[in-house]
């Protein structure tokens, strides 16, 4: 189990700001993404979404554990 | 040197320009969003913004490093607002001072252009009828 923060329209989708998402540490980003798409399957609507791990922005085969912040990233519309 | 900021108040246009500017700097490029009354003929009410904050702190920071590493200049800001908005008011502040005009213009470009690439950062346009996050959908 670990907490995802959303944003923006996904934080629309989620239902939540912070929402619990139960995975077991050692999943892939890609997998993650799979597993979050299924559980919100509005994610696959939009434009794109990147995941962050940490503050960082991740690449599909990095390794996710429960303790990381995790972050829902849809696509930015700052300035 | 750089000056990284999100806030929720105002931001101050004036005390950006006296943060970047010194003796050294022969030229001060400042670039300032400002909320548009329409897009695509529909009146917007107002903008509101959200950020997460310390990842798009990190990822502006990212932004003025690359800028120093990459062009002759002397002092960066990029300040952020979040928050609610109105017709008029400024969202973004990139203020790059330099020695000579060019680098300035092109780092002040790169910022903004970045920005709206790579930070975590969010808009909401509220009309009469309702709103719309920017981008969000193809």
């Known amino acids: 189990m670990a907490k995802v923060l959303s944003f923006g329209i996904a934080k629309e989708i989620t239902g939540g700001s912070v929402v619990d998402v139960p995975f077991e540490s050692g999943i892939t980003l890609s997998g993650l993404r799979s597993l979050l798409e299924s559980r919100y399957p509005r994610l696959r609507d939009l434009k794109s979404f990147a995941i962050a791990v940490n503050g960082e922005y991740a690449a599909a085969e990095q390794l996710i554990n429960d303790t990381d912040e995790i972050a829902i990233i849809p696509p930015v519309s700052g300035g | ?138």
Not at chain 2, 22 to 34: A, R
Not at chain 2, 117 to 132: A, H, L, N, S, Y
């Open chain 2, 1 to 138: 040197m750089t000056d990284i900021k999100i806030s929720e108040s105002p931001l101050n246009v004036q005390s950006c320009i006296d943060w970047v500017q010194s003796p050294e700097s022969g030229g001060i490029d400042v670039f300032l969003g400002t909320v548009r009354n329409a897009t695509k003929g529909r009146p917007v009410q107002y903008l509101e913004f959200e950020a997460y904050e310390p990842m798009a702190i990190a990822e502006m920071k990212k932004i003025a490093e690359e800028i120093l590493a990459k062009w002759p200049v002397n002092k960066i800001l990029i300040h952020h607002r979040t928050g609610k908005l109105g017709v008029g008011e400024i969202p973004v502040i990139i203020a790059v001072a330099a020695a000579h005009r060019g680098a300035a213009f092109d780092a002040c470009r790169y910022a903004i252009d970045t920005l709206k690439q790579t930070v975590p950062i969010w808009k909401k346009e509220v009309f009469e009828d309702g709103e719309v996050w920017v981008a969000a959908h193809p």
